[in-house]
């Protein structure tokens, strides 16, 4: 059964300016063409997208407030609604293209809605848009196809063009705040290689991803790239170790993505306990972000990974003071 009750009293304990801001809207029906839900993963977004889509489409005429659970609507939920639809990319790819805008938002949006209720689309990774399918979507979001309303979900509204933030209503997900964070964290943590601010850090901030990464091998990855990350800095990996590591990071563009913002985060904790230079962090984070590029452009990703270690090697094994580490 529904738990729309429960989101919204998640959201309204997390998110409090989030919830308030939508729960205006719902209370209003003054729904915009477009909101963006900025925010970083794992805060919450895609439940009050769900929610608040769900809102949208209700037709409760009781004065119950919006998504009521008891209408027709409402027990169809997200997933079923002809009304709402959620747009992914395509498996396979990394990026949503013209095309998808085309045909599974717009064409969707130009046809008569089924309930006679307003029509959803929901994107929650709007930041995979390309500039061209971006420049699509302004064409919808600046003439709106009857009643109806886009939820973009991005990490940061500087994912998207100017043109398309600038027709939307930002509603902001923020981070709760390391010391929120702390006071919440299961008490499992102090027996985990990884402290407190990395988990704060590696979870968005959201207390239920903090116990999914302690739970599964999340955890154990952070370990991993951490002795990854130590061994370039000591520089003791002969060049056959080297190409073994390359071979296991994944070539996946989804996946290298995490990978990448794992690396990231152990560079930015070694930087934090001055094990490394500031300078040494943004010269290697900026390998890094190059490896990233080069990864979602189809280049030769265990080649892309070889040199990105090698670049990586070469910049941390300057300077690294092992006798700082914890
Ligand atoms: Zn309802």
Same mark, same amino acid.
């Given at each position: 059964m529904v738990q729309h009750r429960q989101t919204a009293s998640n959201l309204q304990h997390r998110q409090p300016i989030a919830h308030r801001m939508l729960r205006g809207i719902?209370? *209003? @029906?003054n729904a915009s063409a477009a909101y963006l839900f900025v925010g970083a993963p794992g805060l919450g977004r895609l439940e009050a997208a769900h929610w608040f889509g769900l809102g949208l489409v209700c037709d409760t005429r @009781? @004065?119950?407030? !919006?998504? &009521? %659970? %008891? &209408? %027709?609507? &409402? *027990?169809? @939920? #997200?997933?079923n609604h002809p009304? #709402?639809? %959620? #747009?992914? !990319?395509?498996?396979?790819? /990394? /990026?949503l293209g013209i095309e998808d805008v085309r045909t599974r938002v717009r064409e969707r949006l130009s046809r008569r809605s089924y309930t006679g209720s307003r029509k959803v689309v929901i994107i929650p990774d709007a930041h995979r848009l390309t500039p061209a399918a971006q420049n699509a979507l302004l064409k919808t979001l600046e003439d709106p196809l009857g009643e109806s309303t886009v939820l973009l979900l991005v990490p940061g509204s500087g994912y998207l063009l100017p043109t398309v933030r600038s027709r939307c209503v930002v509603v902001p997900f923020r981070n709760p705040g390391l010391k929120a964070f702390e006071e919440q964290i299961p008490s499992e943590l102090p027996s985990h290689q990884m402290g407190a601010k990395e988990l704060f850090l590696l979870s968005g901030g959201d207390v239920g991803a903090a116990r999914r990464i302690l739970a599964d091998d999340e955890g154990s990855k952070w370990n991993q790239h951490r002795q990854l990350i130590d061994d370039l800095s000591t520089d003791v990996l002969s060049p056959v170790q080297m190409t073994r590591w390359a071979d296991h990071l994944p070539t996946d563009p989804e996946e290298a993505e995490t990978t990448i913002d794992s690396l990231t985060l152990v560079l930015r904790h070694l930087a934090d306990a001055t094990c490394v230079s500031k300078r040494q962090y943004a010269e290697a984070v900026d390998v890094l972000v190059r490896a990233g590029e080069m990864i979602r452009s189809n280049a030769n990703r265990r080649l892309t990974w070889e040199i990105c270690l090698i670049k990586l090697r070469d910049i941390l094994r300057e300077t690294y003071n092992i006798s700082t580490l914890d």
């Open positions: 719902l209370d *209003r @029906g @009781g @004065g119950a407030s !919006k998504p &009521c %659970e %008891e &209408c %027709e609507a &409402c *027990r169809l @939920g #997200v997933a009304d #709402v639809h %959620e #747009v992914h !990319k395509t498996q396979g790819r /990394s /990026s």
